[in-house]
């Protein structure tokens, strides 16, 4: 069973690894979509964003990444995916992906399985993990060690 976990990974967090880890445990191939979002301002490109998801699941021998362009059905079907795997982290969440759920399944025929975070993980974002980037705190608590360098990096350049 092929299964789709697609997001923004802006950066990428424990909470998106832990995701991942447990997806592919259940999953013959798991891939893992980058998408861009519009509406988003990122604080690393595509590519980087790729780069760093592939570093964090270069241990997954059944991961996969992708760089994501159109819609979550057309990169489903493009993938050839039996599921689409969404993680939440609280009843909003729940709401929000049940909606998106009922058009991947009646617009694309796809699956959605949901799998819930760990408590001890459920506030941690991506959006979090900038904010404290932007204001110069540590994030090691919050994204795999594989991202450090990055956001190293990404601060160096920014002057942070």
């Given at each position: 069973?092929?299964?789709?976990?697609?997001?923004?990974?802006?950066?990428?967090?424990?909470?998106?690894?832990?995701?991942?880890?447990?997806?592919?445990?259940?999953?013959?191939?798991?891939?893992v979509a980058v998408g861009v979002n519009p509406k988003k301002?990122?604080?690393?490109?595509?590519?980087?964003?790729?780069?760093?998801?592939?570093?964090?699941?270069?241990?997954?021998?059944?991961?996969?990444?992708?760089?994501?362009?159109?819609?979550?059905?057309?990169?489903?079907?493009?993938?050839?995916?039996?599921?689409?795997?969404?993680?939440?982290?609280?009843?909003?969440?729940?709401?929000?992906?049940?909606?998106?759920?009922?058009?991947?399944?009646?617009?694309?025929?796809?699956?959605?399985?949901?799998?819930?975070?760990?408590?001890?993980?459920?506030?941690?974002?991506?959006?979090?993990?900038?904010?404290?980037?932007?204001?110069?705190?540590?994030v090691s608590r919050y994204v795999p060690n594989e991202i450090?360098?990055f956001v190293a990096q990404n601060r160096a350049k920014k002057?942070?």
């Amino acid at each position: 069973m092929r299964v789709l976990f697609a997001g923004s990974f802006d950066p990428i967090t424990i909470g998106h690894a832990d995701i991942i880890t447990r997806a592919a445990s259940f999953a013959d191939e798991l891939v893992v979509a980058v998408g861009v979002n519009p509406k988003k301002k990122y604080m690393f490109d595509q590519d980087k964003r790729v780069d760093m998801v592939n570093a964090v699941v270069a241990q997954l021998g059944n991961v996969r990444t992708v760089k994501m362009e159109g819609t979550l059905i057309d990169c489903a079907k493009s993938n050839d995916v039996s599921f689409i795997v969404k993680g939440v982290r609280s009843q909003s969440d729940v709401d929000t992906e049940l909606a998106q759920a009922a058009v991947n399944r009646d617009l694309g025929g796809v699956e959605t399985l949901f799998i819930p975070s760990l408590p001890e993980l459920s506030l941690v974002s991506s959006s979090m993990v900038r904010e404290l980037v932007h204001l110069g705190l540590s994030v090691s608590r919050y994204v795999p060690n594989e991202i450090e360098p990055f956001v190293a990096q990404n601060r160096a350049k920014k002057g942070h």
